[in-house]
Structure formats: C-alpha cells, structure tokens
C-alpha cells in the first residue's frame, strides 16, 4: 500500500532553508528548521519545528570529547591539540587524519585493531585512489570517526577500563559521554530517545532548540561547571588551530574554519544536521535540513553565520548562493539559502 506520512512526519510549520534552480526555475527545495540560542536558554531565532527531537548525529563529537580533559586522558598522553581536534572531526581519512589518530592510539598502547567504529575507504577521491594503487585495504583508520573512537580508547584506558566494547551503551566510556550530553543539552539521555549512529555508538535524539543550547554552552562556558567549562575552551582552542583535522579538503567545516575560526566554529553532521558555536556572541545554532541534504544546512549554516555573528566573508558568501555547471563547464542554475534566514537579500551568486 502507497506511504502517506502522518501528522508527526510532516513537520508542519518547518521552513524553506536552500533551493535549486535550472533555467531560470526553482527544481528542488530543501525544508527543515534552524533554532539560535543564547546560554541562558533564551531563543533569539527559530524558523520550522524546533521542538520534535531529532538525531544530532557526528555534529555533538566536541561535546563527546569534553571527557577526554575532565577525566585525565589528555594530560595522561600527552594529547596534542591536533589529536584534540582529531576527537571532534568528520575527517576524510586523508594520511595527516590517519597518522593522528595512529599515533592517538599508541600513546595508549594500542593499534587501530582497538577500534570499534568499522571500516570504509577515505571519504577523500585522491586518498581513496592512492590507497587503492597501492594495493592496501581500507583500515578503520580511515573511518571519518576514526580520531573520536581514538579519544574513546583513551578514555578508557586512563580511566583504567577495558577498551573492549567501549561503543557499548553501559561501558564506563559511553556511560561519560551520555552524563555530559544530558547535562549540556539538558535532555534526559535514556533507552527512549536513543539509537545507533553510523560508527556504532549510541546516539541520542534532542530537540533543535536542545541542541543549539549546548552548542551556546560550548561555545562559552556559561552553565557547564568549571571544569567543563576550561575542557570547552581548550577544545575551541584546538579546533580552532587545526580546521583540516576537522574535516579536510575542500569541506565545508575546514574551508569556514579556516577562514573565521575562533570567531566561528562549525560541526556537520549526518542526515542534514549542522551546529555552529559562535564564541563572542555567546550563541548556538542548531540546523536540520529535514530531506537530509548536505548542501542544504551548509547554505542554510552560512547564512546563519553571516546574520547572526555578523561576518562578511568570500567562502559564507559562496555557500548562501553559488553558480552550479554542468560537466562541461557551462553554468546551469545555482544552489541558494533562503532569504529569510538570511534576513537580508541574497549577494551574487558565487563560482
């Protein structure tokens, strides 16, 4: 029988966040919802449903490695801030990626046979084809989570744990994590509300508003506690020298950073998620792009950026509107935000 969503699946109230044109032609529109909130839980912006939970997916990696500096590991092994941004990335398992993580694990005395996250090929075209000219096999290493899982192990092993079965809901590891992401989001983190992420560890849905409150938290200290609050900051810190760890490439995450880091700082997540910490105005933002597209919360993230942290930049400017070509080169239509989350019109479209 034909699928007809319900009432609960259709979101009501959510908002055009980017579209598409061809021709001259809107072809495809991208809806969802985004939420800016302060540290204090007040809502200075909210377009679409931002009360139904959603999953945060990889976008909450900075609050998983809040641990990793409240529990000792990092002083333990000697963690540089590379390994440290490493913890929070979705890298594209380039070779700097691999060997941080590598060299993450042996502090601990481990190899990457520790990892529970599962193997695929680098994200990134040029490292996959290399590995494969060469004739080596993808390795857990190159798992986009692989720096995360690394910052588990550690985890675990300073807090003098077994690291067997750290993805585990009940391992002492999972049991940290989900005690910081309750009391940073200020959601209960239960059996109810939690699944399974794509690198097999639990994952835990929270309303948008939820999730942009942690992200205000995160990105200034305020309502985290003082030993959280400094983890916060050395974790900004290290994302902010090092936005190739974060992503790579040509990425969204890395391409802003390395423009706007520390005044931005930016996490995107599976399934159209993305978050944003925005340090000096003491604010978070949530996005959910309901279709799961990237490129929607990515144009949906800069105009965000550019109207709420009040920043003029080349790569914000590309991602709210930018020319799309075809394969031989020859423009066709173009990518755009929405207007009204911009609050502004739209700048020329952007190569």
């Known amino acids: ?64 490695a809040l641990p990793l500096l409240t529990e000792g590991a990092a002083e333990r092994f000697a963690l540089p801030d590379t390994a440290l941004a490493l913890a929070c990335a979705s890298h594209q398992g380039e070779p700097e990626h691999v060997a941080v993580a590598t060299d993450m694990l042996a502090r601990a005395g481990y190899d990457d046979g520790a990892l529970e996250c599962g193997v695929h090929w680098p994200l990134d075209s040029v490292a996959a084809r290399a590995l494969a000219a060469g004739g080596l096999p993808a390795r857990a ?14 985890l675990s092993c300073a807090g003098g744990h077994d690291p067997a079965g750290y993805v585990g809901a009940e391992h002492p590891v999972m049991q940290s994590v989900s005690r910081v992401l309750a009391a940073v989001t200020g959601i209960a983190h239960t059996r109810e509300n ?46 902010a020298a090092n936005p190739f760890m974060i992503a790579g490439t040509g990425q969204f995450d890395t391409r802003v950073m390395e423009a706007l880091a520390p005044r931005v700082l930016t996490k995107m997540g599976a399934e159209g998620v993305m978050v944003v910490a925005l340090p000096a105005q003491g604010l978070g933002i949530a996005i959910k792009c309901r279709d ?27 991602y709210m509107r930018r020319t799309l070509f075809n ?3 020859q423009p066709v239509g173009e990518l755009r935000a929405s207007s009204d989350l911009a609050g502004v019109c739209l700048p020329e479209s952007s190569s």
């Open 194 to 239: 939690q699944g399974t992420d794509g690198c097999a560890i639990p994952t835990w849905a929270v309303p948008l508003d939820s999730l942009a409150l942690a992200f205000a938290r995160f990105a200034t200290g305020q309502r985290l506690g003082e030993a959280r609050a400094a983890a916060a900051a050395r974790l900004r810190a290290a994302i």
């Open 327 to 329: 394969w031989n080169g």
């Open 141 to 154: 290493l190159h798992n986009c989570c692989s720096g995360k899982h690394a910052g588990f192990v550690c």
């Open 1 to 64: 029988m034909p699928f007809s969503a319900s009432p609960a699946d259709a979101h009501a109230g959510d908002v055009l966040l980017a579209e598409v044109t061809r021709g001259g032609r809107v072809e495809s529109r991208h809806c969802g919802a985004a939420a800016v909130v302060d540290a204090m839980g007040r809502t200075v912006f909210a377009a679409g449903d931002v009360a139904t939970a959603i999953f945060p997916r990889s976008t909450v990696k900075a609050l998983q």
């Open 292 to 318: 799961g597209g990237v490129r929607a919360a990515e144009a949906a993230a800069a105009a965000l950026i550019a109207r709420f942290g009040k920043e003029d930049s080349p790569v914000l400017r590309h």
